[in-house]
């Protein structure tokens, strides 16, 4: 099943981009490097996993307070399932963890907790506290945090694709009116502001299946910092580096 989707805890001093301009609405993140963070150090994956959750946390603080109304991470990838079964043992232990931990955070802050991806593939339980979770912070307004969770961006747009067919079959769409605003609708992320600034850790330069339509105009930013080093520092010197940039949209 496919799903659409006052500061936060701690005394950290409001964050602000290193820059004039206006903080981007939608900001998305692809969280890498957690893996080679703990192999740094000696550590198993594991440990990896669970720095990068933290990392999470002091974002998302970030994020809320800086001004962004939506942040998107990419947590476990339609492609992840290839990975050594005990490490994805290990990040479902950990997401299990995060919910339990983070919930009554996330609904005495403000956050709304949005999915998107197949949750349904973590099995019922997951999936059940997962929506659950989702239930209980839709009234929130501050901040909306997506979560990708099995999700892979060819796929959903494979998924608009035949949502859109289905409706030409039933008669109830013509065929002519299916144009990039019918398959912007179409999609998970309908509801959510367009996309402004995609970022990714750890020095990879790659959008590795992630919100491909949805970045068509995004600014791309690509750091050498690894997810769990992640912080409010970070997230400021990214959004001052989108604040310098200008935004032409195709134009001139």
């Given at each position: 099943m496919s799903v659409r989707p006052a500061a936060?805890?701690?005394?950290?001093?409001?964050?602000?981009?290193?820059?004039?301009?206006?903080?981007?609405?939608?900001?998305?993140?692809?969280?890498?490097?957690?893996?080679?963070?703990?192999a740094k150090r000696g550590m198993p994956r594991a440990a990896g996993h669970r720095a990068g959750a933290e990392a999470v946390r002091k974002t998302l603080r970030a994020a809320a307070e800086v001004g962004v109304e939506v942040l998107t991470l990419y947590a476990f990838s339609s492609e992840n399932w290839r990975r050594p079964e005990e490490e994805v043992s290990d990040l479902k232990g950990l997401l299990s963890f995060y919910i339990d931990k983070e919930l009554l955070t996330l609904e005495h802050e403000g956050v709304r907790l949005q999915l998107i991806g197949d949750p349904a593939a973590f099995g019922p339980q997951l999936e059940a506290r997962l929506l659950g979770a989702v239930e209980r912070t839709a009234a929130n307004r501050r901040l909306t945090l997506v979560v990708a969770l099995n999700y892979g961006s060819r796929g959903e747009i494979a998924a608009?694709?035949?949502?859109?067919?289905?409706?030409?079959?039933?008669?109830?769409?013509?065929?002519?009116?299916?144009?990039?605003?019918?398959?912007?609708?179409?999609?998970?992320?309908?509801?959510?502001?367009?996309?402004?600034?995609?970022?990714?850790?750890?020095?990879?330069?790659?959008?590795?299946?992630?919100l491909l339509w949805q970045a068509a105009y995004a600014e791309l930013m690509f750091v050498e910092t690894l997810w769990p080093d992640f912080d409010g520092d970070a997230l400021a010197d990214a959004l001052g580096v989108f604040a310098a940039r200008q935004r032409r949209f195709g134009g001139r």
């Open positions: 936060l805890e701690g005394a950290d001093p409001p964050v602000q981009p290193t820059g004039g301009g206006d903080v981007p609405r939608h900001v998305a993140i692809i969280m890498d490097g957690n893996g080679r963070w703990a608009a694709a035949r949502r859109l067919a289905e409706e030409v079959r039933s008669g109830t769409r013509d065929p002519a009116s299916i144009d990039e605003q019918a398959l912007d609708q179409a999609m998970q992320t309908a509801e959510l502001p367009p996309l402004d600034l995609l970022i990714r850790t750890s020095g990879e330069v790659r959008l590795s299946n992630f």
